[in-house]
């Protein structure tokens, strides 16, 4: 069974770092591509980052700069790193991955727990 785990959440001041991982663990043939996701409180849940395997990478316009994602492919491992932290980035980030198991033909999306992050003074 394909699980999500992400660690490294916390609390930091404005204009600080953090970093938050998420590693794919299981029967798993392939990934194709992963994602953060972040949910404030009363919003809709937006996406933050996303990378390929390939490496290619996209941002949500208000975390260019500061935020960048990468891929460690041979441990299943994605990585956010998060500079210059602002408190409208306070939010609950989750994993996304798109697998395919060991066996099965599709690809299906999954996630993770989520971990709180929260930027304040």
């Known amino acids: 069974q394909v699980q999500l785990v992400e660690s490294g959440g916390g609390l930091v001041q404005p204009g600080g770092s953090l970093r938050v991982s998420c590693t794919a663990s299981g029967s798993i043939a392939s990934i194709s591509d992963m994602a953060w996701y972040r949910q404030a409180p009363g919003k809709e849940r937006e996406l933050v980052a996303a990378?390929?395997?390939?490496?290619?990478?996209g941002y949500v316009d208000s975390v260019k700069g500061r935020f960048t994602i990468s891929i460690d492919n041979a441990k299943n491992t994605m990585v956010l790193q998060m500079n210059s932290l602002k408190p409208e980035d306070t939010a609950v980030y989750y994993c996304?991955?798109?697998?395919?198991?060991?066996?099965?033909?599709?690809?299906?999306?999954?996630w993770g727990q989520g971990t709180q992050v929260t930027v304040s003074s």
């Open positions: 990378i390929t395997s390939g490496g290619s990478t």
């Open positions: 996304n991955a798109r697998i395919r198991e060991s066996g099965v033909r599709s690809f299906l999306a999954y």
